[in-house]
């Protein structure tokens, strides 16, 4: 079993990321931290565990990034493992983790993946509210029993079925640059193989989240073209359907807030806006759904739930994602019509300030 670990100067968090996985029940085999392009300290770092298990790459005119970095280890050092572990650099395994996914694919030889139920770390208000998104969206795949993402986060995957994958569409490696979501890539040409992926039901990742706007709207912005642009590559069908589906929904969730805005207004301009003590009913029940889910919050306390009442800081944050879920598709559908692509892995690093 090898640990593949991308790290763009991630010298703050590498050294409590490599010290848990050291501290696992079953340690891996291999511990490959890959310093991609880095310009701090983190290779320095990594390298002063010298743990016999532990090694550390450095990459070499890598332009592909994160997808550049893990190809070019999984070929070098992974090759013959059984199980490829892909951890980010901020994120910390709790101690049963490894042994955990191991046992689950002793007992499912039918299983490729399997992702993590990957928590944020922090208390910070916008933290809370990208902790309560997760616990959402750990809930549903959970109850779902698959996934159609491998979180790049903290996940397991077989390496036979990353064999399979390489061979059939003729890669590098597993991971493709050209998708700007390459971990919901790689479990698309995963689950087209006819192998399933899911959720671990035991193992919890915690992982650093986004602590500013600027570096929110970038990550999410990432996320949702890539999202977009593989989605439109791939076709509604069967391992599709949900995707669309949420796609479907985020669109509505922003046509209903702007249409409340556009009707409120006209409704005043016109002089026809009369208030109704029934308007109370819809915030009651965003309230009270919202105070349900944050029971689901892991290592919640009291503020999860106070923040949930508060309502404002909730809907803020729905305001924030139908902003990026119009400005994907807007930016998506532009660059099918200009030939025009932002590369949105540059800008992503660059509004968290690693660039």
Known sequence: MVALIPAHNEESSIGATVEALLAQTRVPDRIIVIADNCSDETAAIAVSFRHPSLLVT??????????????????????????????????????????????????????????????????????????????????????RGWTSVLAGTACAIRNSVLHEVVRTHRRYGPWLHASQVEDFELTYRIRELGYYCQVSPTVRAYTDAMRSVKALWGQRMKWQVGTVEDLLRFGLNRRTWIDWRQQAAGLLAAAVRFGWIFFTLLYAAL???????????????????????????????????????????????????????????????????TGKRKDRWTLQYAAEGSA
Do not use: Y
Not at 65 to 90: E, H, P, T, Y
Not at 318 to 329: H, L, S, T, Y
């Open 58 to 143: 450095r990459t070499v005119n890598n332009r592909d990034k994160k997808c550049g970095g893990l190809n070019a280890a999984w070929r070098q050092f992974a090759m013959d493992s059984d199980i490829v572990i892909c951890l980010d650099a901020d994120t910390i395994l709790p101690s049963n983790a490894i042994e955990d996914w191991v046992r689950e694919f002793a007992d499912n030889p039918d299983l490729a993946g399997s992702s993590s139920k990957f928590t944020m770390r922090g208390t910070d208000i916008l933290v809370r509210l990208q902790r309560a998104e997760f616990a959402k969206w750990t809930d549903s795949s959970l109850r």
């Open 271 to 337: 002089g026809i806006l009369h208030f109704a003590p029934i308007w109370f009913l819809v915030p009651i029940l965003f309230i009270a759904n919202d105070i349900k889910q944050s029971l689901r919050i892991p290592h919640r306390d009291r503020w999860d739930i106070i923040l949930a009442a508060l309502l404002l800081p909730q809907e803020a944050f729905a305001w924030m994602r139908a902003g990026w879920f119009v400005a994907a598709w807007i930016e998506v559908l532009k660059s099918k019509i």
